[in-house]
């Protein structure tokens, strides 16, 4: 075949045809063929692999479906039935309450589902399509939810102050909410909407706020009011365990430590010496110290330095200690991320006139954060496994309420049905998290070729 | 070098174009450590003049207009841009940076945002331009440039001679009255320079006060006004491109232009 055509003076160059590769190497059969049996050894390998693979997961289906006991009443039952070889799940269905939500009341329990409900509504925004301002949101959902939720899991008596968040708390979830379904519905923004609504789009820009302020204030005042009305019993720290404690803990810990480990790691990198000095010192004071060391000196240590009058809350300390430890981490994760920014970026944005905070926000740490997206998530699934430590302070959270079921007369001596169980809870919430670190670095990457 | 061939020639050069100094540089000096990269610079720029900066590599050349927008910092000398004295004062180098653009020789467009948020980024939070027009005065940009059409791509999905005009266009958007060009065309393929240079010749010949640093003697011969050869942290010889390419008086010129012109 010629690739010129003589006819014409000119010379035309035509490409050949594409053809399709040889068979046997695309498909699941070349797949196989290349993965799994290209050499005897490796065909041999197979097949060990699928065997063990059988023995495991059939011995398994056997002790935890077939021969399990689903209901009984104590471990003794259990037992009576089909001995050790088969699992009790009894053991663990009839502790689940108290693996979700340690020793809180049966009947107060809704006031922890309320919250977690609560804080769950008010970031879903943030997942909805066209809803704008989406960083407000989220933001407001991070910083003054806390009071909110502090509120309803501890209850008791509420100061001026508890009330005054309680009531901006109450009154950015309704604004959340309306200005979501408002942009949803319609594309415009809630701000838009008040300004038109009161007569003030006629009238010069720097007068719309007022109509703003004045519906924010009619809602607290609504919410004020509303909420001076609320009269719930003051549920100890003690009490609260499992699960709870640990999405608590973790979860203040995540909030806590993404924004202190930037702040941190800028610092680092900071020209003020006194400045860097400081955060160099407590970045590496707090990631050559094991958490374990950290929590005993937060929870035993602190207090004899406080005056007798102050008498700290155990799962504060354990909180503090915890935000302490993963902001040192997180700041180094973070300037592993601003590293990789090359210099030119700084430059351009320099030479744009860009402020170095201006620079730092919009050019340079969202660009360092996509980059680190998969640290910063291993980051997180760390401190959410590394929460079971607290247990070391006497807080039961999932692990120790898991351990401490062995301990009761009934089910006397039951361990791994409870650790299984936690076990897969640990890891469909690290999953998850995992999932969902891939999902936002495909979607952040999108349309991005070449980076 | 002699001092009274530089004073003969820059008298010549004014007389083509405006009088007011733009950029004064007296007596700059800088040093990178021990290594002493600026010497004794003195540079007077007019308004709308272009200057083509030439010279070979670690001349110092790119070192002395990044001085000029304070991405590096002098140790010496005094830098003087639109009657605004370049200091430590954040004010004076912020007024600076807001009159003179740069475009780099690695394009280093804002990979995580598209053209046209490139673009207005600066307007948009610099000048509190509004979003509205902000954009359409980046579209105008754009339109200049010649690729309107690649507003909403990112610059990864660009090849590199369009990301240089983005660059240039993201320059241009904050009215910019002096532009400085670091090797722009050095990063290119060679059938992308002529788009890149095309741009450039345009916004030449729209009056715009350019210092350039390049290789492209073509470019240098068609719209420059005075030619700076520049080696050892020193301007060796400064002269209009006919009398510098055809007459160039020290022999360090001479040997670099045959260098250069050789194939």
């Given at each position: ?7 014409s ?10 053809l399709?590769?040889p068979?046997?190497?695309?498909g ?7 993965n ?19 023995v ?15 209901e009984a009443n104590s471990r003794?039952e259990?037992?009576d039935?089909?001995g050790?070889s ?20 049966d ?6 589902n309320l ?6 509504l008010?970031?879903?925004p943030?997942?909805l ?12 959902a991070?910083l003054?939810?806390?009071?909110l ?10 100061g001026l102050f508890?009330q005054?968040m309680?009531?901006?708390?109450i009154t950015?979830f309704?604004?959340s909410?309306?200005?979501?379904l ?7 923004s809630l701000?838009a909407?008040i ?25 607290f005042?609504v919410?004020?009011a509303w909420?001076?009305?609320?009269d ?5 720290t003690?009490?609260w ?5 640990t999405l608590?803990?973790?979860g203040?810990g995540?909030?806590v ?6 702040v ?6 900071s ?6 000095v400081f ?11 094991p ?11 602190v ?9 700290p ?16 981490y997180?700041?180094e ?5 601003l590293?990789?920014?090359p ?10 006139g860009?402020s ?8 340079v740490m969202?660009?360092?954060l996509?980059?680190?997206i ?7 699934i760390?401190?959410l ?5 607290v247990?070391?302070v006497g807080l ?6 898991l351990?401490?079921?062995s301990q ?10 409870p650790l299984v ?16 670190s ?6 952040l990457?999108?349309?991005?070729a070449?980076? | 070098?002699?001092?009274?061939a ?9 007389s ?16 990178y450590?021990?290594?002493h990269?600026?010497?004794d610079?003195?540079l007077?720029?007019h ?7 030439c ?7 790119s ?14 000398g ?20 807001s009159?003179?653009g ?33 954009e ?11 690729i309107?059409?690649?507003?909403n ?9 369009q990301?240089?005009?983005v660059?240039?266009?993201r320059?241009?958007?904050?009215n910019?009255?002096?532009?400085l060009f ?9 059938e ?16 715009m ?5 390049t290789h ?14 520049m ?5 060796v010889?400064?002269?209009t ?5 055809t ?15 050789a194939?």
């Open positions: 075949m010629t690739n010129l055509d003589a006819s003076s000119e010379v035309v160059f035509k490409p050949k045809p594409s399709p590769p068979p046997n190497t695309v699941a059969i070349g797949w196989v063929r290349k799994l049996f290209s050499s005897p050894l490796n065909a041999f390998l197979t097949i060990l692999s699928l065997y063990v693979i059988w495991i997961v059939s011995n398994t289906f056997e002790w935890a479906i077939v021969n399990a006991v689903w003794r259990c037992l039935k089909v050790l088969g699992a009790c799940w009894a053991g663990v269905s009839h502790w689940m309450k108290n693996f979700i939500y340690g020793r809180y009341p009947e107060e329990v809704w006031r922890v919250g977690f409900g609560t804080l769950i008010w970031m879903l943030f997942w399509p066209r809803v704008t301002s989406k960083i407000a949101i989220g933001a407001s991070i003054i939810s806390p009071f939720l502090g509120y309803l899991f501890a209850g008791g008596e509420k508890l005054v309680i009531s901006i708390a950015s309704i604004f909410w309306a200005h979501t408002l942009s949803m519905a319609t594309g415009k701000w909407a300004v038109q609504a009161s007569g003030f789009s006629a009238k010069p820009e720097a007068t719309h706020k007022y109509p703003v302020f004045a519906a924010c204030l009619v809602v005042a919410a004020f909420q001076s009305s609320w719930i019993t003051s549920q100890s003690n009490l365990g499992g699960l709870f404690v608590v803990i973790s203040i995540i909030a430590s993404l924004p202190a480990g930037i941190l790691a800028l610092g680092r990198r020209k003020m010496p006194v400045i860097r955060c160099v010192s407590f970045i590496e004071l707090f990631r050559s110290v958490l374990i060391t950290v929590l005993f000196m937060a929870v035993t240590m207090p004899l330095f406080l005056p007798e009058a102050i008498n809350v155990k799962i504060v300390q354990a909180i503090i200690a915890v935000c302490i430890f993963s902001s040192a997180m700041a994760t973070v300037r592993g991320g590293q990789a920014i210099k030119g970026q700084y430059e351009a944005a320099q030479a744009l860009l170095y905070w201006k620079m730092m926000t919009l050019i969202p660009q360092a996509k980059l680190m998969p640290n910063i998530v291993g980051s997180f760390g401190l496994k590394d929460t079971t430590l247990s070391i039961y959270d999932l692990l120790l309420m351990k401490a079921v009761n007369p009934q089910w006397n001596g039951i361990h791994t049905e169980f936690g076990a897969a809870l640990y890891f469909v919430l690290c999953f998850v998290m995992s999932k969902y891939q999902h936002l670095e495909r979607t990457g999108a349309g991005q070449g980076r | 070098m002699s001092m009274d530089q004073v003969e020639t820059k008298q010549t050069v004014k083509t174009k405006g009088d007011e100094v733009v950029i004064e540089l007296a007596g700059v000096n800088k040093w450590g021990e290594f990269v600026l010497k610079v003195n007077s720029v308004q709308g003049e272009k200057i083509v900066i010279g070979p590599s670690g001349s110092g050349k070192t002395l207009i990044r001085c000029i927008n304070r991405l590096e910092e002098h140790q010496g005094d830098i003087i841009v639109n009657g605004v004295t370049l200091d430590n004062n954040l004010k004076n180098i912020d007024a600076i940076r009159d003179v740069m475009v780099f020789q690695s394009f280093n467009l804002f990979p995580h945002l598209t053209v046209l948020e490139n673009c207005t980024l600066a307007p948009i939070w610099v000048k509190q331009t509004p979003k509205a027009e902000a359409e005065l980046a579209m105008e940009y754009l339109e200049r440039v010649k309107p059409e690649q507003a791509k990112y610059p990864g999905q660009l090849s590199g001679g990301q240089q005009r660059a240039i266009a320059s241009l958007c904050m910019p009255q002096i532009m670091d090797e722009p065309t050095s990063a290119l393929d060679p992308m320079i002529s788009e890149v240079l095309d741009v450039m010749v345009e916004l030449a010949e729209s009056g006060t350019m210092l350039v640093v492209e003697m073509g470019f240098a011969k068609r719209v420059a006004d005075r030619v700076i050869f080696d050892y942290g020193e301007i010889e400064q002269n491109p006919e009398e510098f390419f007459n160039p008086r020290s022999d360090r010129t001479k040997l670099f232009l045959s260098q250069i012109l194939h």
